[in-house]
Structure formats: C-alpha cells, structure tokens
C-alpha cells in the first residue's frame, strides 16, 4: 500500500492537524506494516501559485515550452505523479479565515489537470482519480461541524469528487482556540473519530 500524506499548516512541530494526519498514517502502518509513505508538507516546500505565466506554461504544447515553463509544469507534474501513486491519501487541514489554506489551495490546483486527473465526456465531468481512500484531518478554533460556516468540507467532498476521489472521511479537532478543555476535548474527540474511520 501507498500512502501519501499531505500537511498544509503553516506551522510545522506546533500543527495539530499535522499531528492527526501522522497519526492516520500510524494507524494505518500498524495494520499494514509494509506500507510506503511520501510525506507532502506544503510549509516546508511551498507550491508557486496559479498565476498567468503558470496558466501560460500549462496551455504551451510541452515540446514548444522554454525551460522556464517546463520548470513550472514539472512542479505541478511532480505533485500529479505522487496522487496517482498513492492508494491512500491522508491530509491534514486546517481551517484558515473560513477556508483552506492558500498553500492547500496551490496543491488542489496543481493536481487538477484537465485530461489527466478529470475530462469531461458526453455525460459530463469524470474524476481519473479512482479506487483512492482519502482521510482529512480537519483542525479548527471554533466549532463549525455541520453548520453553514464549515465551507471547507462541502468545498473539498467537491473538488475530490470531482477528481474521482469519492471515498472521503473526515476527521473533525474543533474548539482548539476555546480554552484547554474545550481544545483537551476536541482532540480527544478527534482520536476517537480516527479510531473509528479506521475501523470502518
Ligand atoms: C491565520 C489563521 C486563521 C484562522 N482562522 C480560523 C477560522 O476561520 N475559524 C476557526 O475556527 N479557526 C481559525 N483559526 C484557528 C486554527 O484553525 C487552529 O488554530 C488550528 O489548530 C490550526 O491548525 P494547526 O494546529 O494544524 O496549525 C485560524 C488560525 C490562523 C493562524
């Protein structure tokens, strides 16, 4: 089995949700050993945004790209590569002003490539992602589970679907800004929803 971990706090030993991501992935390592692991963590080697020379080396025929623009597409290539790879896709996600991190952002724009990871066909938009389990650790201040604040996950049961990745379990730490036994709780409570989406 392949594992790909993706972390996408800005902060690196201090990030719970880093943390409950290298905990999935423990879990998951326990139950298979043999288990290979590549660890993405998008602080330590941040991905370049989406900008208009990306754009513009994206929709370059590659063998008329300058070295420059087949600079940038490898990069992206690169994050393709390791998404195709893996069997199991474990992310950790923290919730920044209502949202994903930027960083998390450059990622999903990366990996999403018209005719490699989705094309769209007579009947409408096919993920190529497919036979992937995917879990996300999710980290928050406050408590938005279930309410319309939680843009995040209904953005990202979007995007993932839409790339072929249906299979998505969602781990919730909330309350961690909300004084230590709310933050003691929420991550017990996180822990405990690990055990579960394992035992699933
Ligand atoms: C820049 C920034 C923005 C944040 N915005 C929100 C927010 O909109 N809602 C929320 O509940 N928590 C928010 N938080 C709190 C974080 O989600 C929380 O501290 C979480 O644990 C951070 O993840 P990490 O521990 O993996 O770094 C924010 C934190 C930072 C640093």
């Known amino acids: ?27 998951l390592r326990e139950v ?12 330590v080697v941040p991905h370049p945004v989406l900008d208009e020379a990306a754009l513009g080396a994206l929709f370059t025929p590659a063998d008329q790209r300058t070295l420059e623009q087949a600079e940038r597409v490898a990069l992206d290539d690169a994050l393709i590569a390791e ?18 991190p930027a960083a998390l952002k450059n990622w999903i724009d990366a990996i999403s490539r018209a005719g490699v990871t989705f094309r769209y066909t007579e009947k409408g938009p096919e993920g190529l992602l497919k036979g992937k389990k995917v879990y996300v650790a999710l980290t928050r201040g406050g408590q938005y589970r279930n309410t319309p604040s939680d843009t995040q996950v209904p953005y990202l049961k979007t995007v993932f679907t839409f790339l072929g990745l249906t299979d998505v379990q969602f781990v919730y730490a909330e309350g961690l800004a909300m004084g230590p036994d709310a933050e003691r709780n929420g991550l017990a409570a996180a822990h ?9």
Do not use: C, W
């Open 32 to 43: 298979a050993p043999e288990s290979k692991l590549t660890v993405r963590d998008l602080n």
């Open 83 to 100: 998404i195709q790879a893996a069997d199991v896709v474990v992310l950790g996600v923290p919730m920044y002003n209502f949202g994903v």
């Open 192 to 200: 405990e929803q690990i055990e579960e989406a394992l035992a699933a």
């Open 1 to 27: 089995m392949k594992i790909l971990q993706v972390n996408s706090s800005a902060r690196r030993d201090a990030s719970h949700s880093t943390r409950l991501a290298t905990r999935l992935v423990e879990r």
